[in-house]
């Protein structure tokens, strides 16, 4: 029974394909970040990007208990939800990445768990304003090692998003 905290259902009810012990994905795939209270968001899965990357419009460094820690916001788009979430992690790194148009940006990195398809994993998350890509999350191939295989000609094999119930049909 599909409640209204679970995000995914799988695909016409047909268990997701494997491949040598590796599950078989969409390019573009629905995702949770549990550790960030992030129920649903649309994901890019790059094997051309080694890092993974989450639209963050705004953060900063802060410290804790002595220790430096990132406070930042999703935004409502990123999540498809009314609203602005704060959220603060521990602060893993700040790492330059170069983009694949070879220009270098220093991101701020954190650890957290990817969560789809039955599958629940920690990865390093940079954040930065992907506010010109079309899809809020970008899913680097460090990420996906070992894991996964991606078939690049589809979308949505992991599941299909969970539509809240129209007026209409009410």
Do not use: C, Y
Not at 8 to 34: F, Q, T
Not at 56 to 64: G, L, W
Not at 136 to 149: D, E, T, W, Y
């Amino acid at each position: 029974m599909t409640t209204p905290t679970d995000p995914i259902l799988p695909r016409n009810g047909i268990a997701p394909a494997e491949v040598d012990g590796k599950r078989v994905v969409g390019w573009k795939e629905w995702v949770s970040l549990p550790d960030l209270g992030v129920p649903r968001l649309l994901a890019k899965f790059d094997t051309g990007a080694r890092s993974s990357a989450l639209h963050v419009p705004r953060a900063r460094v802060i410290e804790i208990d002595g220790r430096p820690h990132v406070n930042f916001d999703l935004d409502e788009d990123t999540l498809d939800a009314s609203g602005v979430l704060k959220h603060t992690a521990p602060l893993v790194d700040l790492r330059t990445v170069k983009s694949s148009s070879g220009h270098a940006e220093q991101r701020l990195t954190i650890h957290t768990t990817l969560s789809f398809a039955g599958l629940q994993w920690l990865i390093e998350l940079t954040l930065t304003d992907r506010s010109d890509m079309k899809l809020p999350m970008l899913v680097g191939r460090s990420a996906m090692h070992s894991r996964l295989i991606i078939d690049p000609s589809r979308s949505f094999l992991a599941g299909r998003r969970v539509r809240k119930p129209s007026q209409k049909s009410r």
